[in-house]
């Protein structure tokens, strides 16, 4: 046993101190950035904020959405062949850019993954996704499917350490997820004692990745556009979310009403909600480490990427950087005690 003595932080434990800024306006500001990628020759253009891939975020009408942003969705593995077929079918523009196709770790997954891409070969994007990627058997899943889909750009997670995230990259993926406990949706902290606050997780992952030539996306711990635009100042190179995207038309999930007011069905990917509507039921060896909540209901996803968009295109102008590549440079976070000022809330 050993104890680390460093506090390791979270959003709500800093802010962005302001810089001078010779940005006249928020319209100045370009949120779109450009990658290359460490093994694949793919490469990507647009803004670096994805749709977990959650039955009630990551789904085909949220895709079709976000695309006409140029924004990512990683789209959920509980859809079928059929249902795959049916959106390829008539895809969004730029669809083979904009959307991952998820995958778990099974020799189904593998065999569901090469139908998938006999039916859209130009698909570029894989997220191979588990709640916990610490395993010797996950390593070597990223080393097969690298492998098999040597032109695929390869995103795996989760971890939250920076010798696994090279680990990973070394193996063959990619882009690197990096969460464990920050979710709206998540209860592994509370069901294992096991996470790291996710600022700190940003920083010491996204040095290892970036001293590599690999990438990182930031998945969990976003409520608010501050919180996103925090994550790319830690120097996330992308920014997944769940909760933000939860409850819109695009959204999965069931509508509840309730005393006159909307609402849809919210769940974590691991949760008793989500392993009784997948696999029919938690197994016996296993808890629950997910909530279900009911979000209330909040129309058209493109109010919210609005007020994301806006709130981190002020961000920029704050701290002076015209792009938000250069959001990382200008950032100097500072501890703080206290937030917001909360004597009038909704």
Same mark, same amino acid.
């Not at 976000?66 to 390829?88: D, R």
């Not at 778990?104 to 997954?109: A, M, V």
């Not at 976003?222 to 038309?249: E, N, Q, R, W």
């Given at each position: 046993?050993?104890?680390e003595y460093d506090i390791k932080l979270?959003?709500?434990?800093?802010?962005i101190r302001p810089k001078r800024s010779?940005?006249?306006?928020?319209?100045?500001?370009?949120?779109?950035?450009?990658?290359?990628?460490?093994?694949?020759?793919?490469?990507?253009?647009?803004?670096?904020?994805?749709?977990?891939?959650?039955?009630?975020?990551?789904?085909?009408?949220?895709?079709?959405?976000?695309?006409?942003?140029?924004?990512?969705?990683?789209?959920?593995?509980?859809?079928? !062949?059929?249902?795959?077929?049916?959106?390829?079918?008539?895809?969004?523009?730029?669809?083979?850019?904009?959307?991952?196709?998820?995958?778990?770790?099974?020799?189904?997954?593998?065999?569901?993954?090469?139908?998938?891409?006999?039916?859209?070969?130009?698909?570029?994007?894989?997220?191979?996704?588990?709640?916990?990627?610490?395993?010797?058997?996950?390593?070597?899943?990223?080393?097969?499917?690298?492998?098999?889909?040597?032109?695929?750009?390869?995103?795996?997670?989760?971890?939250?350490?920076?010798?696994?995230?090279?680990?990973?990259?070394?193996?063959?993926?990619?882009?690197?997820?990096?969460?464990?406990?920050?979710?709206?949706?998540?209860?592994?902290?509370?069901?294992?004692?096991?996470?790291?606050?996710?600022?700190?997780? !940003?920083?010491?992952?996204?040095?290892?990745?970036?001293g590599l030539g690999g990438q990182i996306?930031?998945?969990?711990?976003?409520?608010?556009?501050?919180?996103?635009?925090?994550?790319?100042?830690?120097?996330?190179?992308?920014?997944?979310?769940?909760?933000?995207?939860?409850?819109?038309?695009?959204?999965?999930?069931?509508?509840?009403?309730?005393?006159?007011?909307?609402?849809?069905?919210?769940?974590?990917?691991?949760?008793?909600?989500?392993?009784?509507?997948?696999?029919?039921?938690?197994?016996?060896?296993?808890?629950?480490?997910?909530?279900?909540?009911?979000?209330?209901?909040?129309?058209?996803?493109?109010?919210?990427?609005?007020?994301?968009?806006?709130?981190?295109?002020?961000?920029?102008?704050?701290?002076?950087?015209?792009?938000?590549?250069?959001?990382?440079?200008?950032?100097?976070?500072?501890?703080?005690?206290?937030?917001?000022?909360?004597?009038?809330?909704?």
């Amino acid at each position: 046993m050993r104890i680390e003595y460093d506090i390791k932080l979270g959003f709500k434990d800093v802010m962005i101190r302001p810089k001078r800024s010779t940005l006249k306006s928020r319209s100045e500001v370009s949120l779109e950035r450009d990658f290359k990628f460490l093994h694949s020759p793919v490469t990507w253009s647009g803004i670096p904020i994805i749709a977990a891939n959650m039955d009630t975020v990551g789904t085909f009408e949220m895709a079709r959405a976000l695309s006409n942003k140029n924004i990512f969705t990683a789209i959920h593995k509980h859809y079928s !062949i059929k249902e795959w077929t049916a959106f390829l079918t008539n895809p969004p523009k730029n669809i083979e850019n904009n959307i991952a196709v998820s995958t778990g770790t099974s020799e189904n997954d593998i065999q569901k993954l090469i139908e998938i891409f006999k039916i859209n070969p130009n698909l570029n994007f894989i997220c191979i996704d588990v709640a916990n990627g610490y395993s010797e058997h996950f390593t070597e899943f990223v080393r097969k499917t690298r492998a098999q889909f040597p032109e695929k750009v390869i995103i795996a997670g989760n971890v939250v350490t920076g010798e696994m995230v090279e680990e990973l990259l070394i193996s063959g993926a990619d882009i690197v997820k990096v969460g464990i406990g920050p979710g709206s949706v998540c209860t592994t902290r509370v069901k294992t004692g096991v996470g790291y606050p996710q600022l700190s997780a !940003i920083i010491e992952c996204a040095d290892a990745a970036h001293g590599l030539g690999g990438q990182i996306i930031s998945d969990g711990g976003c409520s608010t556009p501050g919180d996103i635009a925090k994550a790319f100042g830690a120097g996330a190179d992308f920014v997944m979310l769940g909760g933000m995207l939860a409850g819109h038309d695009e959204s999965g999930g069931e509508i509840i009403e309730k005393n006159g007011q909307a609402y849809r069905k919210f769940y974590g990917m691991s949760s008793a909600t989500a392993m009784e509507k997948h696999v029919g039921g938690v197994a016996e060896y296993r808890a629950s480490e997910g909530k279900t909540v009911e979000v209330p209901y909040k129309g058209a996803v493109e109010n919210t990427l609005q007020d994301i968009l806006g709130g981190l295109r002020s961000t920029c102008t704050y701290v002076g950087a015209s792009r938000l590549k250069e959001l990382t440079k200008r950032t100097t976070f500072i501890r703080v005690n206290e937030q917001e000022n909360r004597v009038y809330t909704n």
